[in-house]
């Protein structure tokens, strides 16, 4: 909760303060294409340290299309992620908005974008920074963030994509490469599987979440066949079995799956949330693997 609170304070302090967003160098690249790199800081000082901004932040990335259209390629929550495998060519990084503590959509006063080069052989690092002010500023308990980064393959090439070799020394200790669940992808830079699989999720795992009825959102590394998005494609219930009652919807735009209870949460219960089999991607391909969020709500 107190991560909430400290995103809150910080979009807050954002409409008094300058935003920037930049590219900060490259790095080469042995892998097939290109990659990017993308992180967000609180602010100056904490780009400094290295101590990336809590969840959650929409963060989008596009790839400039042979007619100037910008063609979606990525999606995620998190405010660190890496994507590799990516075609040579002109691509945008933008965070236009965030999820409050019940998971519903706020755009940020400061909306930031920021279009580069992804070349061939090489990965861009892209840093944004939303605040640059005095740390005093910054509410208490910023400390003990641990970087969380999701590294995909370019999510629109229909080839067979190869297993990359070794990452950059920098990108060691902050990316994975995901096959479904961040906190236990087994090996860096394993190849990942072909369909839809989750990037990040509202809340996060293990959060303890102080709202009534939050929002649950599945954010998607492709998007979803509409026609395989049941009433039932998102299954939660408490740690005892108890199932509970909600709406399921599809934000097609996000690649959001989206789950709200109709009544309010129990209390000092942890909550699993399971995506159920049946989803699809909109080429036939199925749900990579099961995916469950589990969280604990604040009594």
Known sequence: MRRRALISTLVALSTLACTSIRTVDSAP???????????????????????????????????????????PVFR????????????????????????????????????????????????????????????????????????AAVLLHELLDD???????????WAVETAFWVTLDLAAAPDPWVERTRGPQVTSTFPEPGDLVAAARPRLVFSLSEPLDPSTVGADAVRVRTAEGEPLAGRVEYDAKRWWLLWEPVEDLPRGARIEA????????????????????????AR
């Not at 990579?288 to 709500?297: K, N």
């Open 76 to 147: 995620s929550l998190e405010p660190s992620w890496t994507v590799a495998g990516l075609q040579p060519g002109r691509y945008r990084v933008i965070f236009s908005e965030r999820l409050d503590e019940s998971g519903e959509v706020e755009g940020l006063a400061r909306p930031v974008s920021k279009e580069v080069e992804v070349v061939e052989g090489e990965v861009a690092r892209v840093e944004v920074v939303l605040d640059h002010v005095s740390p005093a500023m910054i509410a208490a308990g910023a400390v003990g963030i641990v970087v």
């Open 159 to 169: 080839l067979d994509l190869p297993t990359p070799p070794a990452p950059p020394a």
């Open 29 to 71: 690249f042995d892998g097939e294409g290109g990659a990017l790199q993308v992180r967000v800081f609180a602010d100056d000082d904490a780009r400094e340290a290295g101590s990336v901004l809590p969840a959650s932040l929409v963060g989008e990335l596009e790839r400039r299309a042979g007619r100037g259209d910008w063609v």
């Open 274 to 297: 399971t995506l159920a089999a049946g989803l699809a991607g909109r080429d036939g391909e199925p749900l990579a693997s099961p995916a469950t969020l589990i969280f604990d709500t």
